[in-house]
Structure formats: C-alpha cells, structure tokens
C-alpha cells in the first residue's frame, strides 16, 4: 500500500526535539503524575499496582468512566485506543472499503484522509469559512456530499483553528448524513479546553450513526499515557476491536489505572480548571503579541484548544518560514501547509508563560528580517 506523506507528523518528528522553543504541539502544558495521585495513592500503585495485560477493549472501569463525558452513553459502546491517533486509524482502515466516498473537514489532522485514499476511497473535502471566523461552509458540505459518501469527517473542535462549531452547523452536518445514510465521525479530542466556561457540545446522541473519538492527550494534558477511545454504534465499536488485534493489543496497565482516576467526573473536572485557566491567560498574552505585528499577522481567537491559526502577510511561503526559523532562531511551529492551508501557522500558547514569551521573541527575531 503506498500512503502520501503525514506530513504533520513527520514534521514534528524532524524538528520538534532540534530546538531550544518548541510552539509547535497541539496540547496543553503536560500535567505531572502528582497532581492526579497523592503520595498515598501513589504508594498504593507502588505496592499493588499488577503489570499484566488489560482487557484489550479496555477495563469495564476504564469503559464506564469514559461514558461519564457524555449523557446516555453505554459503556459497551466505548473501545478503548493507544490515543486518539490509533482510533481514527482503526475506523480509517475498519470501517472504510475501496470505492467508498469520505466528506472530509479542512483544515484539519489529515491521518484518516490519507489512510482512506491509500485503501482505495474516495476523499471529498469541505471546508471552514476563513472569511466568516472559520465557520462552516454549509454548501461546500452539501457539494462534498453524494448517495456513495459513508463517512463524513468533522473535527470539533477544529484542529487547527481552535474554532467550535454552532448547535446550528451540528444539526446541519447530522441532516446532510442523514440524507444519505452516511456515518458522522466527530474527532472530539480538544472538548474540555474551552476558552468560555461552556462545555462544547457533542454529537453524540444526536443521530444513531454518529462515531466520536477523543482521548487524554489534549484538553486533558495527559499525552504521555497514550489513552484514547472510539464511542458508536456497537457493530462499528465491534469491528474496530477485531482490527485493534493486529496493532498495539491493549493500553498499558499504569495508563488504564491512571485514565480512570482522571476521567472520575470530579478530577476531570479539577483537570479542565487548572487547563483552562492556562490556556485562558496565555491566550491573551499570544493576542498582544499578535497584535504587536499589525499588518502582518491576524488571527480568528481560538473557542477551544491551545492553538491559533495564525494568517501572516510575507513574501515567503509557510513552510520556508518556519524552516528559516528552526534554523536561524531555534523555535519552531507548524506550517500550514500541513493542514493544506497555506498562508498560516498553527502556534501553541498552551504552554508554560515565561517559555511562551521567550518563543515569541525567537519568532520575532525572524518576522523582523521580512520587514518591509
């Protein structure tokens, strides 16, 4: 099978550990084992903790307590994933078959559409509205969209623009879906890291062919535990777990503990407090030092995430921007021409204030060699 290049992926793997100011992640300031267990509990892990392999499908504690992040879920409707990454992969490979049509999102985290057209489908994209503070264009969906699309591929909130889409947009996505019996999947991971104190809505439950995916390395700032989770229908959860055999088997068992502590609603809870509270004061400092350069950069503010979307005005193109950057200034960010969205760089600001500051002044140091 020949697969087009990730190259997001491939390029936070080439630069992201060569310099000194990495702005270039998708999520929030880690959060430190510490602050999830007391030294008791911790103890407890110390002692007890038995390093055997976990139901494949996940832990029914682990199931249950990912269904307490959605009203009416069963937790035989959750399959548990190696992060959200392998989910979209199993559904990418799972549920896809050569001649099916697949309505994708742009911008977006492009590794179901690449898998997808390597298996031989067909990717049809539609898009946020720049022009209209990256809304959804509700006519390129309907163009997107024939009697042969099985799958229609949204990402809420968007990665990598951070914006969320209105009740409004959802029930027309749903309509759309509905009309040609297609399956909605929602890519869910950044729901928790709003910018408001208003918890994204889901798709769940708003259709009975809906398929989300989420997982704890985004709002949750917990990536290092590689947890994340398929939720739908029970046929497609069924088949997703019959490929999941030939990949990773099964999360880790200290992953599994540590996830079900911090899913437990009143943990989550103190998790989405300290994360948003990050992203809420680091996001007005990334706006003054955006509009420190009028004329140059602009941005839509995210709703949710640790990211922007920055449009800059140079003569240069994205990638060779932030490549003069990686090497000349030792910071980097993303190029958006990772997302298929030229013009732009993703900048993460969910990071710690002071490492925030110093990184802006590495990028300044480069915007000031294109000054007019």
């Excluded at 959750?78 to 979209?88: C, D, R």
């Amino acid at each position: 099978m020949k697969i087009a290049e990730f190259k997001l992926e491939r390029t936070l793997a080439r630069f992201q550990n060569e310099v000194e100011y990495d702005l270039s992640a998708s999520g929030i300031y880690p959060l430190f084992i510490r602050e999830i267990l007391s030294p008791e509990e911790m103890e407890e892990v110390y002692n007890n903790l038995h390093l055997k392999y976990v139901h494949t499908a996940g832990t029914k504690h682990l199931r249950q307590a990912v269904s307490t992040f959605y009203e009416g879920m069963d937790p035989n409707c959750v399959f548990m994933t190696n992060g959200s990454a392998e989910a979209l992969y199993l559904l990418a490979w799972s549920l896809i078959e050569p001649g099916d049509e697949v309505a994708f999102m742009l911008p977006n985290f492009m590794l179901l559409s690449h898998v997808v057209e390597a298996n031989g489908a067909v990717v049809r994209n539609f898009t946020l509205d720049p022009a209209k503070k990256w809304s959804l264009d509700v006519e390129s969906l309907k163009d997107a969209v024939t009697p042969k699309t099985k799958l229609i591929c949204v990402c809420n909130p968007n990665n990598p623009t951070g914006t969320v889409l209105s009740r409004e947009h959802m029930a027309e996505v749903v309509k759309v879906a509905e009309s040609v019996g297609a399956y909605v999947l929602s890519d869910e991971v950044y729901r928790g890291a709003e910018q408001s104190d208003d918890m994204t809505p889901t798709f769940w439950g708003l259709y009975d062919k809906v398929i989300v995916i989420s997982g704890l390395s985004k709002s949750f700032g917990l990536p290092g535990l590689r947890v994340g989770w398929i939720a739908g229908p029970r046929d497609i959860v069924e088949k997703a777990w019959f490929y999941h055999d030939y990949l990773s088997t099964t999360v880790t068992t200290f992953s599994d503990m540590l996830a079900t502590r911090a899913l437990q609603p009143e943990m989550r809870d103190r998790i989405f407090r300290r994360n948003r509270e990050i992203v809420r004061q680091n996001l007005a400092t990334f706006t003054d030092w955006v509009n420190s350069h009028k004329g140059v950069l602009s941005f839509t503010p995210p709703q949710a995430g640790c990211f922007a979307f920055v449009k800059f005005d140079l003569p240069v193109t994205s990638w060779d921007l932030v490549m003069d950057m990686v090497k000349n200034d030792s910071v980097f960010v993303i190029p958006g021409s990772c997302f298929g969205i030229e013009g732009h760089l993703r900048m993460n600001f969910g990071v710690e204030k002071n490492f925030l500051a110093r990184g802006l002044e590495r990028i300044d140091r480069t915007l000031a060699r294109y000054a007019r």
